[in-house]
């Protein structure tokens, strides 16, 4: 028997699956493509321009520069956890959508990497829509910010992962607001989002550096924006790498653990 | 004829309950086979182990020659499900179910378009092609389930339950089509729970219950076998069964008519002798179904 660290054996099928969400994305692009270009720009003047006012400057970076990667990072964080939670969860739940797929020559590892790769396709595709808002408004610093875009699919593939432990666990649906507002939300705020980490006393930065994702994220995104590149990014990726890994293998386990009865 | 599904010992345990008890049984190539028996067989769970997705606690099966749990993908490519559940995808259209269930099973794009308007017709659903599956009827979903089990031109048909919940025109269209895919070549492996359905399409069939395979047999010949051509019934009035009982006519009481049993030759004498002697105001002389074989293995009480 399998268990949840082994290697799961996916076949290039689970593209196929990725191409189903795709195309339901595109399907129903009205309601998929405005949420990302609204939340930007609310996000900016609200807080870029509106407490920006007041604040004008971190460490000698105007606020609104300051703000714009975690506007971004959380985006990445938002669209793949909640793409692989409450959806993963009606399609697997609410729709059997798994059940059909897995009576094909699909297995339920190439279900549930394709639900993975396509969580991560969805920050990638958040991030293509707000990168150019924020340009125009003369916030993040191109051509380097181009690459928040591979970043927002290593960076999504990573939320991909978490949110699938949580959906391979939970009982029903209503249990996934759990982790929603007990770590997604908290962590958009405390992850040296809106203002830096050395804020916060040093038990919790090193708290936030340890086991907050998103704080790596962050990090990484704000030196491409700025930019302001410094080593300290390959450690930041590593963290990424590794924890991207190990979330998504589990997750896949514990799917199968959860569905193949 | 050759086999091309075979179990032998097969069992399968959910933690401590057993499902499916040390089951054997052989499809052949070509046959509409079909697995009987009340709520908790083991019949769904024995169509979850030929179709790969539920793995075996012992014993050996394969399909088509392939073990399910060596070579999934491969037997899975020849395999066309009708689940119990409706589980269409109501995120496409008719058409967008039968192309988009296509493409799982590795079928280019021009070919799968041509397949799904192709199966649309097969089932009469041409006109329902860009409806939304939410908009369509009970039946109309079974027979969009039938069409999206044919995309990949499948060697077998495993159907769990294919007509559930639905009007006699729509199971009489079902059981159409599956009799001309039946003489197309079609291997058909079904569940049901209506034997009036069993008996007109299954070559053979197994009753199961409680995990273990009961009978297996041609309809008629289990029928012939198990409880003769004819049924007497009486009505179960006091009189009557006492009068039964002094004659030493064994019987057995279904609500409120008594069931003659025994009679498997001369229901007509025994029928005769009954009426002479303990002039029942009712009785009927009745062919014996697949039913009376069903109720007189598995009892009559309620499962669940």
Redesign the interface.
């Known amino acids: 028997m399998p268990h949840i660290f082994s290697i799961p054996n996916v076949?290039r099928?689970a593209g196929?699956v990725w191409?189903?969400n795709l195309?339901?994305f595109v399907?129903t692009w009205q309601v998929n493509f405005f949420p990302p270009l609204v939340e930007a720009l609310l996000y900016l003047f609200a807080i870029g321009i509106g407490i920006g006012t007041y604040v004008q400057q971190i460490d000698g970076i105007p606020y609104i520069n300051f703000i714009a990667p975690a506007i971004l990072a959380i985006a990445v964080m938002n669209s793949a956890f909640f793409e692989c939670t409450f959806g993963s969860f009606v399609r697997m739940y609410y729709?059997?959508?798994f059940?059909?797929?897995?009576?094909?020559?699909?297995?339920i590892e190439d279900v549930i990497a394709g639900e993975l790769l396509w969580g991560a396709t969805r920050s990638v595709i958040y991030v293509i829509i707000m990168l150019p808002v924020l340009a125009v408004f003369g916030v993040v610093s191109l051509p380097l910010a181009l690459l928040a875009i591979p970043l927002a699919f290593l960076g999504g593939l990573m939320f991909a992962g978490i949110a699938m432990c949580f959906t391979s666990v939970t009982p029903g649906i209503d249990t996934l607001n759990y982790p929603s507002f007990l770590f997604i939300t908290p962590m958009a705020l405390f992850s040296g989002t809106f203002f830096p980490l050395t804020l916060m006393p040093a038990f919790l930065q090193y708290f936030a550096l340890a086991v907050l994702p998103l704080t790596h994220l962050v990090a990484i995104m704000r030196m491409l924006t700025l930019p302001s590149l410094s080593w300290t990014l390959l450690l930041h990726l590593a963290w990424i790498a590794v924890i991207t890994a190990i979330t998504c293998i589990i997750s896949i386990n514990l799917m199968r653990k959860r569905l193949?009865? | 004829m050759t086999a091309i599904i075979k179990a032998h010992d097969l069992k399968k345990n959910y933690n401590s309950t057993v499902a499916v008890d040390g089951i054997q049984f052989t499809v052949k190539k070509g046959e509409i086979f079909g697995f009987l028996g009340p709520n908790g067989a083991g019949k769904t769970t024995t169509m979850k182990m030929i179709t790969c997705v539920s793995p075996r606690t012992s014993g050996t099966l394969t399909v088509l020659g392939m073990d399910p749990e060596e070579k999934p993908a491969e037997i899975k490519q020849s395999l066309g499900v009708v689940p119990q559940e409706t589980n269409l995808d109501p995120d496409f259209t008719c058409f967008g179910n039968l192309y988009y269930y296509s493409l799982y099973f590795n079928i280019p794009k021009d070919e799968a378009t041509r397949r799904a308007d192709e199966l649309l017709e097969f089932v009469q659903l041409t006109e329902k092609r860009d409806v939304s599956v939410d908009k369509l009827s009970g039946g109309m979903k079974r027979r969009l389930i039938l069409a999206r089990a044919l995309v990949n031109r499948p060697d077998i048909l495993i159907l769990d339950e294919p007509t559930i919940g639905l009007d006699p025109q729509a199971r009489h269209l079902i059981w159409e089509k599956l009799r001309s895919l039946q003489a197309r070549g079609n291997t058909i492996v079904m569940t049901t729970h209506y034997l009036d359905e069993a008996a007109r399409l299954c070559d053979r069939l197994v009753i199961m219950d409680n995990g273990k395979i009961l009978v297996e047999g041609a309809p008629a010949d289990l029928v012939r076998e198990h409880v003769g051509d004819e049924i007497v019934e009486v009505e179960g009035s006091d009189d009557v069964v006492t009068c039964l009982r002094e004659r030493g006519v064994p019987f057995e009481k279904t609500g409120d008519m008594v069931q003659v049993t025994g009679t498997t030759e001369k229901a007509r004498e025994v029928a005769r002798t009954i009426l002479d002697r303990c002039q029942p105001a009712r009785m009927i002389t009745r062919p014996a179904t697949l039913e009376d074989v069903f109720l007189k293995l598995t009892g009559r009480n309620l499962r669940e």
Not at chain 1, 99 to 107: F, N, Q
Request: hydrophobic share 45%; aromatic share 4%; net charge positive.
């Open positions: 076949t099928r196929i191409y189903r195309v339901v399907r729709q059997k959508t059940d059909a797929m897995i009576a094909t020559p699909l297995s193949i009865v």
